[in-house]
């Protein structure tokens, strides 16, 4: 069974899923991060694949990004250090990316890398709903990759219901009509979106995520899904002072704590 | 052959909307609601009135004599320099601004690269006394001030762009990025044919005013609809979109479209997508773009900030793959020189843009006496620091000596220039101040 299925089987509250960028904040220290994560209770972890024109991103990850891609992130790079991750690393890793740059790659070969190294599952915020279930459906799901489609405030009940059918793990509920750590914190009208939508009664989990921030935002927004997702946060964190080590348990503790 | 986009959105294999669901809403409402606004009687009745009344449109198709017998061709110019804010940008600006009303959006978006879309934007949003965001690179601030000043004069807000490269790419991610943060109240109005659909469809159908025109107004100076060749710059491609519109379905009309070659392909400094280019997505569009070997999207260069851009509308790039139109490209010493030689023939200060349609006469191969028609974008007085630097550049050289092809007598034409041979460059700068406000 895929790791993200596993995941939300064994655990359906107060989920928490970190996000940051391939290649930041140094060259080489991206399996560093993802061990680090794991060893300080992340329950599942989102590998950014750093893109020259992230549409859908505030400034903290289009800054990583950018850094990220002038230290040499590359897709390939990516996948080369990720080839024995799952020599240590248990939880389920998700790609998160930009769809030239997987475009770029070759969909298939993407996906024939991904399950080579077990990579679970794929968030690609640009591909929509519709050229994923006529042109990649099959591909994905021959190689065993769970692609994760977004739904935000705006989304109707029809499409809902449409995500709903063609997600195979869980549901990304982006918070409010926002671009990444544009805003913090959560207003009424969130509020009763993630309502209206844990009213529904989705048959696939629902993670909440953008403008998670701290302990506060993480418990609001697991009160109403199965966890959330944090991502320009821990990147601001990963800047901080001290040791790698040290700047992730800081920000998982007062995440979690 | 069917030129059109399919109900799908694409071109071919070209198009199509790839945006993140946050985007999905208005896209979808947009797309709904389209076509069927602009067929309704009251938008098709005001966007008329006001191309001929505000804009000034029909704008003239002007025999070149000199041109003509410089080349020995017969060369029109489809003038939309002589627009109201001197490019074709109005056209689309103007139809988008009624479109936004309809849509009952009260808050404009917009980006620009030379300040030319911005403008146009500008000035439809004063009118309409709509608040008006543009996004703006900050280098293209720091080197188009007066069009900055102009917009915000018209009451916009320009908004210097810091991410990137600080340029047009840079600003149409930041627009997108706005649009996202607020969806309700917001219209994207995109300058070019690129972009999700329906904008690449929309825009051309705005745009391609121009190609109407040239039809009835070749049928009344030349006998035929039909000129044997129609020549645009492209860089999104929208005046070239507008410009070939009516004549895709014309298989004897030759189309051509000058891309921007900065300082020459080998150099790698170019803005010639069609060449340099791969297939890829930008701004939500499957299209040909400048792309590293690792999908990363590649900064262009061209001398023009207007064709300063990696990609290309996903309309040309399917004219391209089903060989409808041919592509040339224009270096900026290219089009600085085709430049010079409109305004010395003519008296006609072309955009630097424009410059790289004009180039292609020395560039192509043309039957003698064929009716070449240049869709003359727009006007050159946001130009005049490039043009002047040109010039004491070349203070050395004739640069209109150059003999065209098929051209015996082409020196006659030569005679009388001055130009620059002496010591003292020409001092133009009186002429750009005619176009100041």
């Given at each position: 069974m895929n790791r993200i299925n596993e995941l939300f089987q064994s655990k359906n509250k107060n989920i928490l899923s970190v996000y940051f960028t391939a290649g930041y904040p140094e060259a080489e220290t991206t399996v560093e991060i993802i061990k680090e994560l794991e060893a300080n209770g992340a329950d599942m972890i989102e590998i950014g694949i750093p893109f020259s024109d992230p549409l859908a991103d505030g400034p903290v990850i289009q800054q990583s990004s950018q850094q990220a891609l002038a230290q040499g992130m590359s897709l390939k790079k990516l996948l080369s250090e990720l080839t024995s991750i799952r020599q240590n690393v248990k939880i389920p890793l998700l790609l998160m990316g930009y769809f030239n740059v997987i475009l770029h790659f070759g969909v298939e070969n993407f996906c024939k890398a991904l399950e080579k190294i077990g990579i679970d599952g794929v968030i690609i915020p640009d591909l929509p709903l519709e050229v994923y279930e006529n042109s990649y459906a099959k591909l994905f799901q021959k190689h065993g990759i769970i692609p994760v489609f977004l739904i935000t405030p705006g989304t109707d009940e029809t499409r809902i219901r449409k995500t709903e059918t063609l997600s195979k793990g869980f549901i990304y509920m982006v918070s409010s009509a926002s671009t990444t750590g544009t805003k913090s914190g959560f207003d009424h009208s969130s509020i009763d979106y993630f309502k209206r939508i844990a009213g529904m009664s989705l048959k696939v989990p629902v993670l909440t995520g953008f403008g998670i921030s701290n302990k506060s935002t993480f418990e609001q927004a697991s009160q109403y899904s199965s966890g959330a997702i944090v991502g320009s946060a821990f990147i601001k964190a990963l800047?901080?002072?001290?040791s790698l080590s040290e700047r992730i348990q800081g920000f998982m503790r007062q995440l979690r704590n | 052959m069917d030129y059109q986009v399919n109900n799908n959105g694409y071109y071919g294999k070209f198009g199509g909307a790839f945006v993140p669901e946050m985007l999905y809403p208005n896209v979808k409402h947009l797309e709904a609601n389209y076509l069927k606004i602009m067929q309704s009687a009251s938008f098709k009745n005001e966007f008329t009135e006001l191309l001929k009344h505000y804009v000034g449109r029909p704008s003239p198709l002007y025999f070149s004599n000199r041109l003509s017998e410089r080349y020995q061709l017969n060369v029109y110019l489809k003038r939309e320099d002589l627009n109201h804010t001197g490019s074709h940008k109005i056209n689309n600006t103007i139809g988008q601004i009624l479109m936004a009303r309809h849509l009952g959006k009260k808050r404009i978006i917009a980006e620009t690269g030379a300040g030319q879309h911005g403008v146009a934007t500008a000035t439809v949003c004063a009118r309409e006394g709509l608040e008006c965001i543009v996004f703006m690179g900050a280098t293209d601030v720091a080197r188009q001030q007066p069009n900055v000043e102009k917009m915000e004069m018209l009451g916009a807000t320009v908004i210097p762009v810091q991410s990137g490269n600080k340029t047009l790419k840079d600003a149409t991610n930041e627009a997108i990025r706005d649009w996202i943060n607020h969806p309700d109240e917001t219209h994207y109005i995109i300058g070019s044919v690129v972009g999700p659909h329906p904008y690449p469809d929309m825009v051309a159908r705005f745009q391609s005013v121009i190609s109407a025109e040239m039809k009835t107004q070749l049928r009344e100076q030349t006998g035929s609809p039909l000129p044997d060749t129609i020549i645009a710059c492209v860089g999104g491609g929208s005046n070239a979109a507008g410009a070939f519109y009516h004549y895709l379905n014309e298989p004897k009309v030759r189309l051509i479209a000058v891309e921007a070659d900065g300082k020459g392909l080998e150099t790698g400094q170019t803005a010639a997508t069609i060449a340099a280019g791969s297939v890829g997505i930008i701004h939500g569009s499957m299209t040909l773009l400048m792309q590293t070997n690792d999908g990363q999207i590649i900064e262009p260069y061209s001398l023009s900030a207007g064709l300063d851009y990696p990609g290309i509308g996903p309309l040309h790039a399917h004219l391209y793959d089903a060989k409808r139109v041919e592509f040339l490209r224009a270096t900026d010493n290219e089009a600085l020189e085709a430049a010079f030689e409109l305004t010395r023939f003519e008296g006609i200060i072309p955009a630097l843009e424009s410059a790289h349609a004009l180039a292609a006469l020395k560039k192509g191969t043309f039957k003698p006496n064929e009716t070449v028609v240049i869709n003359l974008s727009g006007r050159g007085d946001k130009d005049m620091e490039a043009y002047r630097n040109f010039m004491k550049s070349q203070k050395d050289k004739n640069l209109l000596l150059h003999k065209p092809i098929s051209n015996p007598n082409a020196e006659v034409y030569t005679r009388g220039f001055s130009f620059p041979n002496n010591s003292q460059p020409l001092d133009l700068s009186p002429m750009g101040g005619l176009f100041v406000p």
């Amino acid at each position: 069974m895929n790791r993200i299925n596993e995941l939300f089987q064994s655990k359906n509250k107060n989920i928490l899923s970190v996000y940051f960028t391939a290649g930041y904040p140094e060259a080489e220290t991206t399996v560093e991060i993802i061990k680090e994560l794991e060893a300080n209770g992340a329950d599942m972890i989102e590998i950014g694949i750093p893109f020259s024109d992230p549409l859908a991103d505030g400034p903290v990850i289009q800054q990583s990004s950018q850094q990220a891609l002038a230290q040499g992130m590359s897709l390939k790079k990516l996948l080369s250090e990720l080839t024995s991750i799952r020599q240590n690393v248990k939880i389920p890793l998700l790609l998160m990316g930009y769809f030239n740059v997987i475009l770029h790659f070759g969909v298939e070969n993407f996906c024939k890398a991904l399950e080579k190294i077990g990579i679970d599952g794929v968030i690609i915020p640009d591909l929509p709903l519709e050229v994923y279930e006529n042109s990649y459906a099959k591909l994905f799901q021959k190689h065993g990759i769970i692609p994760v489609f977004l739904i935000t405030p705006g989304t109707d009940e029809t499409r809902i219901r449409k995500t709903e059918t063609l997600s195979k793990g869980f549901i990304y509920m982006v918070s409010s009509a926002s671009t990444t750590g544009t805003k913090s914190g959560f207003d009424h009208s969130s509020i009763d979106y993630f309502k209206r939508i844990a009213g529904m009664s989705l048959k696939v989990p629902v993670l909440t995520g953008f403008g998670i921030s701290n302990k506060s935002t993480f418990e609001q927004a697991s009160q109403y899904s199965s966890g959330a997702i944090v991502g320009s946060a821990f990147i601001k964190a990963l800047d901080k002072p001290g040791s790698l080590s040290e700047r992730i348990q800081g920000f998982m503790r007062q995440l979690r704590n | 052959m069917d030129y059109q986009v399919n109900n799908n959105g694409y071109y071919g294999k070209f198009g199509g909307a790839f945006v993140p669901e946050m985007l999905y809403p208005n896209v979808k409402h947009l797309e709904a609601n389209y076509l069927k606004i602009m067929q309704s009687a009251s938008f098709k009745n005001e966007f008329t009135e006001l191309l001929k009344h505000y804009v000034g449109r029909p704008s003239p198709l002007y025999f070149s004599n000199r041109l003509s017998e410089r080349y020995q061709l017969n060369v029109y110019l489809k003038r939309e320099d002589l627009n109201h804010t001197g490019s074709h940008k109005i056209n689309n600006t103007i139809g988008q601004i009624l479109m936004a009303r309809h849509l009952g959006k009260k808050r404009i978006i917009a980006e620009t690269g030379a300040g030319q879309h911005g403008v146009a934007t500008a000035t439809v949003c004063a009118r309409e006394g709509l608040e008006c965001i543009v996004f703006m690179g900050a280098t293209d601030v720091a080197r188009q001030q007066p069009n900055v000043e102009k917009m915000e004069m018209l009451g916009a807000t320009v908004i210097p762009v810091q991410s990137g490269n600080k340029t047009l790419k840079d600003a149409t991610n930041e627009a997108i990025r706005d649009w996202i943060n607020h969806p309700d109240e917001t219209h994207y109005i995109i300058g070019s044919v690129v972009g999700p659909h329906p904008y690449p469809d929309m825009v051309a159908r705005f745009q391609s005013v121009i190609s109407a025109e040239m039809k009835t107004q070749l049928r009344e100076q030349t006998g035929s609809p039909l000129p044997d060749t129609i020549i645009a710059c492209v860089g999104g491609g929208s005046n070239a979109a507008g410009a070939f519109y009516h004549y895709l379905n014309e298989p004897k009309v030759r189309l051509i479209a000058v891309e921007a070659d900065g300082k020459g392909l080998e150099t790698g400094q170019t803005a010639a997508t069609i060449a340099a280019g791969s297939v890829g997505i930008i701004h939500g569009s499957m299209t040909l773009l400048m792309q590293t070997n690792d999908g990363q999207i590649i900064e262009p260069y061209s001398l023009s900030a207007g064709l300063d851009y990696p990609g290309i509308g996903p309309l040309h790039a399917h004219l391209y793959d089903a060989k409808r139109v041919e592509f040339l490209r224009a270096t900026d010493n290219e089009a600085l020189e085709a430049a010079f030689e409109l305004t010395r023939f003519e008296g006609i200060i072309p955009a630097l843009e424009s410059a790289h349609a004009l180039a292609a006469l020395k560039k192509g191969t043309f039957k003698p006496n064929e009716t070449v028609v240049i869709n003359l974008s727009g006007r050159g007085d946001k130009d005049m620091e490039a043009y002047r630097n040109f010039m004491k550049s070349q203070k050395d050289k004739n640069l209109l000596l150059h003999k065209p092809i098929s051209n015996p007598n082409a020196e006659v034409y030569t005679r009388g220039f001055s130009f620059p041979n002496n010591s003292q460059p020409l001092d133009l700068s009186p002429m750009g101040g005619l176009f100041v406000p």
